[in-house]
């Protein structure tokens, strides 16, 4: 199949993966319809859906036919748009603009954004938490949940995210911006391919490989996110652009340049195909979908 088709794929399953996450969306009523109502804005604004996309492809290249991913699927999309709304926050990035829209602060108020953000975090896990009912195999969902907890919280995600804000306007050597890409960006893509693997059966050995192509991509699609931050516009990307050098942040463009940086991603990306050519099974839309992801305009 040609290159240009599989960015048809690309779009068509991002609608399927849309639907899947927004069916598991509580509704908004009762008298906490307001957070309800932010939550649901939120996650509805759009985006490419990569971390239940790639949590699903890479459990269909283990063999996994069933259902109990998509609470996980689900799941991870509200912990990466809780992790937008916080960013977005006047304390944090202070940007006002996500996605072509308000962000959630601006639409909602910071405290309601805020309480959002919150909502939707701890909401993930009793969204996942659905997938025991949905499997032969609850120990496995189980330790998906661990999984999911361990790469959201302070030695994932969060902990990224700490280190980012402490050294907000200050020299980052480079070292310590590798560990904030690798927890900030990266953990959330290893959560999200290694619960594939493991729901589709997929070993310890396989589990590790798995957890290195993801960091690689992590990396990658971080380093490309700081590219377009500096060359692309508001209107391809649907934020504002110059933000990190608004906000006095250390990139890896920054630190590298920005020829440097797209070798580098090139390098990280091809590191990446590497290990998934190491795996079992064969699943060239997830091959190409890494591809596409880390060559990306928006």
Not at 7 to 20: G, I, N
Not at 150 to 173: H, N, R, S
């Amino acid at each position: 199949m040609r290159n240009m088709n599989y960015k048809d794929m690309f779009s068509a399953r991002t609608e399927e993966v849309r639907l899947v996450v927004e069916s598991y969306l509580p509704p908004v009523e009762g008298h906490q319809s307001t957070v309800l109502a932010a939550m649901d804005y939120s996650v509805r604004a759009g985006g490419k859906r990569l971390r239940p996309m790639l949590m699903e492809e890479t459990y269909r290249l283990f063999g996994g036919q069933g259902k109990e991913i998509e609470p996980f699927m689900a799941a991870i999309e509200m912990i990466h748009t809780s992790s937008l709304i916080h960013d977005d926050l006047p304390c944090m990035d202070n940007d006002t603009l996500r996605r072509g829209l308000p962000t959630a602060w601006v639409k909602f108020g910071y405290d309601m954004a805020v309480l959002a953000g919150d909502g939707l975090l701890i909401y993930s896990m009793e969204t996942a938490a659905k997938a025991l009912s949905m499997t032969d195999r609850p120990d496995l969902v189980a330790r998906c949940m661990g999984i999911l907890a361990e790469k959201t919280g302070i030695f994932g995600m969060i902990g990224g995210q700490t280190v980012d804000v402490e050294l907000a306007g200050k020299p980052v050597p480079r070292e310590k911006l590798d560990f904030i890409y690798r927890l900030k960006t990266g953990a959330l893509l290893e959560a999200a391919m290694m619960i594939g693997a493991v729901l589709g059966g997929g070993d310890e050995k396989q589990l590790k490989l798995v957890e290195k192509m993801a960091s690689c991509l992590g990396l990658a699609f971080q380093i490309q996110d700081d590219i377009l931050d500096m060359t692309s516009s508001a209107e391809v990307l649907g934020k504002h652009v110059h933000s990190d050098e608004k906000n006095h942040k250390t990139t890896y463009v920054t630190l590298e340049g920005i020829e440097k940086a797209k070798q580098d991603v090139e390098r990280i990306s091809v590191e990446a195909i590497s290990c998934l050519h190491e795996l079992p099974g064969q699943n060239e839309f997830l091959e190409a979908l890494i591809r596409i992801l880390v060559n990306r305009e928006k």
